[in-house]
T-cell receptor
């Protein structure tokens, strides 16, 4: 067990709705990264939060946004859901923001209908 | 060109076989390298880091060739429990950790 927890495990939404996914990082880790994994693909980097600030962003539109809290837990928010947003959303925590090993939660499976 | 490219799978091997996975990366400034393992519908888990001198962990051996921008993973004496997807992972510095699409391995009895 990595100590990284995500909620909910599964979620079904309809196109145009908004969703919030949550992640608690491993004790001692101050960095959280979010990834989107479509079926049959590797995880795609969405963004990273370090000490409550966005530290870097992948090629995702602004309707993907996030937060990190003082206890280093994090949220991923997606507005105006599209069918292509259906995927496994993975949260990973690390000791610091640069190149360290990532410890993943078990993910949230999002289905957009 | 993708930033991290892996052998297309799947690999189907019998128990006891030796199997090798290859991976290439495009950014010559890449700094950290890893192999992760992902079981079906589960989260990726770190298998091993990859060092310039090459490194071994039991039946697993990882190699890095910076000049060719090439990473490999060798699994000896394959077990049924090795069946999974193997993800090649490269960090280009700071926040940017890039995953390959993965190579699926099936080990059969």
């Amino acid at each position: 067990e990595t100590g990284v927890t995500q909620s909910p495990t599964h979620l079904i939404k309809t196109r145009g709705q908004q969703v919030t996914l949550r992640c608690s990082s491993q004790s001692g880790h101050n960095t959280v990264s979010w990834y989107q994994q479509a079926l049959g693909q590797g995880p795609q980097f969405i963004f990273q939060y370090y000490r409550e600030e966005e530290n870097g962003r992948g090629n995702f539109p602004p309707r993907f946004s996030g937060l990190q809290f003082p206890n280093y837990s994090s949220e991923l928010n997606v507005n105006a859901l599209e069918l292509d947003d259906s995927a496994l959303y993975l949260c990973a925590s690390s000791e610091n923001r640069g190149g360290e090993k990532l410890f993943f939660g078990s993910g949230t499976q999002l289905s957009v209908l | 060109r993708k930033e991290v490219e892996q052998d297309p799978g799947p690999f189907n091997v019998p128990e006891g076989a030796t199997v090798a996975f290859n991976c290439t990366y495009s950014n010559s400034a890449s700094q950290s390298f890893f192999w992760y393992r992902q079981d079906c519908r589960k989260e990726p888990k770190l298998l091993m880091s990859v060092y310039s001198s090459g490194n071994e962990d039991g039946r697993f051996t990882a190699q890095l060739n910076r000049a060719s921008q090439y990473i490999s993973l060798l699994i000896r004496d394959s077990k049924l429990s090795d069946s999974a997807t193997y993800l090649c992972v490269v960090n280009t510095g700071g926040f940017k950790t890039i995953f390959g699409a993965g190579t699926r391995l099936f080990v059969k009895a």
